[in-house]
């Protein structure tokens, strides 16, 4: 028989190694310059920094986030569905 409380313990261990991972990918950044345009990325794919032939361009790195955000949900919400959550990982 499956222990519950057992296998809440492995999905808070599990949880904690996910936010230890996102805390170092926050960490790491990428830079890429390509045709006059620098982009500085965090590992977490969040940009930091967004120039254009020399100049900053906040507006442009404002929406690039937030199509990344968007995107991440759609992906969060589609993985949700086919592991079954939580729910599914206990056996109910």
Do not use: C, W, Y
């Not at 999905?11 to 990918?25: C, F, G, H, I």
């Amino acid at each position: 028989m499956n222990n519950p409380l057992a296998q809440l313990g492995q999905l808070k261990k599990m949880r904690d190694e996910a936010m230890k991972l996102k805390k170092e990918l926050e960490a790491e950044q990428v830079t890429v310059e390509k045709n006059g345009v620098e982009i500085l990325i965090s590992g977490d794919q969040h940009i930091k920094e967004l120039k254009t032939n020399g100049r900053s361009d906040n507006d442009i790195k404002d929406a690039v986030n937030e199509a990344i955000k968007k995107s991440q949900e759609v992906g969060a919400r589609k993985f949700s569905q086919m592991s079954g959550g939580i729910q599914g990982l206990l056996g109910r």
